[in-house]
């Protein structure tokens, strides 16, 4: 007869060990980028992370917890940022979301931090309030909301997590956050250079707004993936040779467009 009991604990054994092991993956990406000190502040900061989502989990199952720690990946990661942007994408939903209060914040990690996770916890305010203004209007209130630009930097990096794990949610839902990605999150990743996270973002956003269109145009990318890569090496090898002919040590990549971006020059083109 199986036991539930013994069943369950396991489970929870096995989810404990995979935040853990995120944890972990975190830690070893910014080891170079951070001293000591500040990677035990960044303990401090998942510890109370912990402790405050405690059960709390996503429409995935997952435990919570796992989205401020992918989070504070994209932050340290792909947009670069330092430690104590980590330690605040660690604590951007304990505000909003636990018994947490900024003045424990600021007690435990100090007036910087609080700053940060006040200004965080104030824009979800704002876009959940208003999503009816004009978007050049609504861009420029979330950028002057904080006089800190890492608010801004860490929400894109926490809308970019959502949006990789949008398929939970039901289809009203889906397509209410794609749209409000497309409207005010890509155009401000754009405005702020960080040009792989506009492109995903946009290209996440048209899966859910415009499924049928998606998934025709990736179709077909994957149909010609072998011949554009052949394409491409074919296309940079006299240029390798060339620039190697001159001491020039160079990489040479090539990709695709990316699907929103074909998707628009078919519309434009017609």
Do not use: W
């Not at 830690?27 to 510890?47: D, H, L, V, W």
């Not at 505000?95 to 910087?112: A, M, N, P, S, Y």
């Not at 209130?141 to 930097?153: E, F, G, K, P």
Request: hydrophobic fraction near 35%.
């Amino acid at each position: 007869m199986l036991n539930l009991g013994s069943m369950e604990k396991n489970t929870e054994e096995l989810e404990k060990k995979d935040i853990i092991n995120e944890y972990r993956s975190l830690s070893r990406a910014i080891t170079q980028k951070t001293s000591p000190e500040e990677r035990k502040n960044i303990r401090r900061a998942f510890n109370l992370a912990v402790d405050a989502h405690k059960n709390s989990r996503r429409k995935s199952g997952k435990l919570y917890i796992s989205h401020p720690i992918s989070v504070a990946k994209i932050v340290a990661n792909d947009i670069g940022l330092g430690a104590k942007s980590i330690i605040c994408s660690l604590l951007h939903d304990v505000v909003e979301d636990t018994d947490v209060t900024l003045e424990d914040i600021k007690t435990e990690f100090g007036e910087e931090i609080s700053l940060i996770i006040d200004g965080l916890t104030k824009i979800s305010g704002v876009v959940e309030a208003d999503v009816s203004l004009q978007a050049e209007n609504f861009r420029k209130m979330i950028l002057t909301i904080s006089n800190d630009i890492r608010v801004v930097l860490i929400k894109i990096a926490d809308r970019l997590d959502n949006m990789r794990t949008l398929e939970y949610l039901t289809q009203n839902k889906q397509e209410r956050i794609a749209s409000e990605t497309l409207y005010l999150y890509a155009p401000l990743a754009h405005r702020l250079g960080l040009y792989s996270i506009k492109t995903e973002l946009e290209d996440l956003s048209l899966k859910y707004t415009e499924p049928s269109t998606y998934f025709n145009i990736s179709n077909k990318l994957n149909e010609t993936k072998d011949n554009r890569e052949k394409y491409i090496k074919k296309f940079t090898r006299p240029i390798k040779e060339k620039l190697k002919d001159e001491n020039i040590k160079c990489s040479i990549k090539g990709r695709p467009k990316s699907i929103f971006s074909i998707r628009k020059k078919m519309i434009e083109k017609e």
